[in-house]
């Protein structure tokens, strides 16, 4: 994991502060240190700064107009470079920039287990024939990335995220308050110093530096000189170009049912279809956590993975084929967040008896907290602590000898609302309620900081904090095998049509949803997501097959929603996971809701 900045300044050849990255423009300076900052934290172990400038000679400057500083200065566009690595790749820290020729890149991504990957990709791309060929060579990496480069040559700056957006990249272009160019891994939150938004995924952008500076007034000119390069290449067999569409077959008029899991027997197609998703799955989650390097010799014996762990059979069929892969003597971490929420606190302690109306229930709950009776007697017993408890009993019998760390990380209110400013910073530009919601969750589970229970003893527990950098996430898996209500929904209205269509819009919208959101929010804590049910060959395998082995709408809750992965959690041994209904993060967390009157907010917070 890594954090890059990016930007593109107009400055003047005198200006020796320039090269430094101390502009006299106060507002630009400013920014551009914080942003620095904040992507540092996405890499602590190695940080590093490079700087190119594009310019004529003073002769040939006079004609320099506005914005450039003035006739009598040679007029400048720097290019600052920023990168800092968090090393989970190599023997080694390999400081980024990386730099050869006047070529520069700054990497965020995962192609090699065994080695630095950014260095190997740099040294592919240095030694391409053409850059017409930057396609070809990233239509065949299948881990996620974000990545900018800087071709010295034809003085062209080349960035982009994955086909799935599984990493964050913003974007700030030039406009006439704010004349710079941007892009970074995470914002500063909302500022009047740019508008950030999500890079899109639809290609590779190439931004002609030459030709900007040619043009003299970067605002005006930047769009005619920013292209958006075709990922898929004429002729080309690019395995992971672009994602593959949704089977269109409609099953047959009445597909055969599966009554129970526990079913003997099953369709030939779906049996083989279970063995084919477990054989991926278990493959994508074994790159995923295999020759992880240690920092130090102290960590030995210390948890390098975890698993964002809520008991539901994603997060439980990662766990599970991740105890596969790892070494028996090494804990798997399993982070359970739940959330103190006084709205909810209520209503367990009190209901809502005599139909109390919903402007008194909030005078109430206004009142309890200032008189402290809620801090007294918190209540961290969500739904997904129930669930997560119970799988990780599951666990200990069916994976005899691998050290479980349940992490319970309760949130207290004060903490929560402490924390909320920095979360909405951090999460920028998704700025709505539930994106708030689900940011809270993440923000404290990736932090890992909590307690294990050492016995079975009531207040046996022991303060822990998880030393794991890389972190499993399930996010996917309903968008891929039918797992939300409103699956049911279109089936009810359009029959199998309707559910093929929902997964085809499903699928194209993740990357536009919540994976750049959740990579900030995370990576905030200098940890790494990583999405098995996100691997490009996964995702091309589950959107082959024909919709009725995915799931079935017309069976029950726990039975039809995921069918095919509930069928493969009970085929490994996850009896109990595979009979679990989805419960949405935030409500199993109780990290919704929490203010009075949230249960009614929608929409944009920043309103």
Known sequence: MCGIFCSLHVGCCGDTDNIHGRSNDTVYHKLSERLKVANAARGPDAQGTHH???????????????????????????????????????????????????????????????????????????????????????????????????????????????????????????????????????SVGDDQGYVMEELSTDGIFCLDVGQLYESKEITQHFDNSLTCIPRQVDRQILTFAKLNRVNTALPPDVPPLVPSLDHAILPHDLAIAVDNLIDHLDKSVMLRVQNIPRRTSSEKGRAQVAVLFSGGIDSTMLAFLAHRHLPLDEPIDLLNVAFQNPRKIQVQTDGNIGAIPKREKKRQLKAAEISGAIKESPSYLVPDRVTGLQEVEEFRRICPGRIWNFVEVDVPYEESQAARAAVEAIMFPGRTVMDLSLAMALYFASKGVGRVRMSAAPDDYQPYTSTARVLLNGLGSDELLGGYGRHRTAYATRGWQGVIDELQLELDRIPARNLGRDDRVISSHGKETRHPFLSLTVVSFLAGLPVHLKLDPRLELGIGDKMLLRLAARKVGLLEASMRKKKAMQFGSHSARMEPGEAEKRGDLMN
């Open 52 to 186: 190119v400038r594009v310019q004529r000679t003073c002769s040939q400057a006079g004609e320099a107009q506005a914005p450039f500083p003035s006739k009598t200065c040679c007029p400048v566009l720097d290019l600052e470079f920023f990168a800092s690595e968090l090393r989970l790749r190599g023997d080694a820290h390999i400081l980024q920039p990386h730099q050869q020729d006047g070529n520069v890149f700054c990497w965020n991504g995962e192609v090699d287990a065994h080695e630095n990957d950014g260095a190997k990709l740099f040294q592919s791309i240095h030694t391409l024939s053409a850059m017409d060929d930057l396609p070809c060579l990233l239509g065949r990496i299948e881990g996620p990335y974000a990545f900018v480069y800087y071709h010295a040559e034809s003085q062209k700056l080349y960035f982009a995220r994955d086909t799935l957006g599984r990493r964050s990249l913003l974007i700030h272009k030039p406009s006439v308050l704010n004349p710079y160019f941007l892009l970074a891994s995470v």
